[in-house]
């Protein structure tokens, strides 16, 4: 199975700052099927992208998706209060899906 | 917007059988799309388990192959988890999801979420 590291393990950042998240496979994803979650304490994952950079429906257009092959970003322009939680990301290319153990994203 | 709601016990003996249903809503499981169970916990993180059409083609996670079952009763647009044979590895929160499947590679990523119900397996 393809196995997910996620860097770096915690992001500290102020409000408006840019977050640069990363992803990286133990092999090639196929199609670029990768997505990426964000999950607040107490609450569900809730889906962000998917295909690498497609936004799913209702999700800001600060938050952006890239790369292919085996390394991907996740990017969020400006940082709003809301945005503080925890970012996984999770492969589809090939059975078993598979997820990353996730970034956390905190206050400074 | 699709809703998911999970059931089930929230406390097992190690080895009983983990069963959990999940009921859908304001969306119909016999339109196109697969839906699937996953589970989350501090020691394994988020986890899938499986994934199952209305026409009852399944996928499993091949980690729990031969403890997991997962069935559809679409009379009551509800699905189902087994999960036999629990240990406290088993512990987690679990939640239902609904599936965008990309057939060629029979797996696929998760658009809607239940809450999640916790389960703890515990003597």
């Known amino acids: 199975e393809i196995v997910l590291t996620q860097s770096p393990g915690t992001l500290s950042l102020s409000p408006g700052d840019r977050a640069t998240l990363s992803c990286r496979a133990s092999q090639r994803v196929y199609s670029n099927y990768l997505s990426w979650y964000q999950q607040k304490p107490g609450q569900a994952p809730r889906l962000l992208i998917y295909v690498a950079s497609s936004r799913a429906a209702g999700i800001p257009d600060r938050f952006s998706g890239s790369g292919s092959g085996t390394d991907f970003t996740l990017t969020i322009s400006r940082l709003e209060p809301e945005d503080f939680a925890v970012y996984y990301c999770q492969q589809y290319g090939s059975s078993p899906e598979t997820f990353g153990p996730g970034t956390k994203v905190e206050i400074k | 917007q699709v809703h998911l709601q999970e059931s089930g016990p929230g406390l097992l003996k190690p080895s009983e059988t983990l069963s959990l249903t999940c009921t859908v809503s304001r969306f119909s499981i016999t339109n196109d799309f697969y839906w699937g169970w996953i589970r989350q916990s501090p020691r394994k993180g988020l986890e899938w388990i499986a994934t199952i059409y209305h026409s009852g083609k399944t996928f499993y996670n091949p980690s729990l192959r031969g403890r997991v079952t997962m069935s559809v009763d679409t009379s009551k647009n509800q699905f189902s988890l087994k999960l036999s044979s629990v240990t406290a590895a088993d512990t987690a929160v679990y939640y239902c999801?609904?599936?965008?499947?990309?057939?060629?590679?029979?797996?696929?990523?998760?658009?809607?979420w239940g809450q999640g119900t916790p389960v703890a397996v515990s003597s």
């Open positions: 999801v609904r599936v965008d499947v990309v057939v060629v590679v029979s797996a696929g990523h998760f658009d809607h």
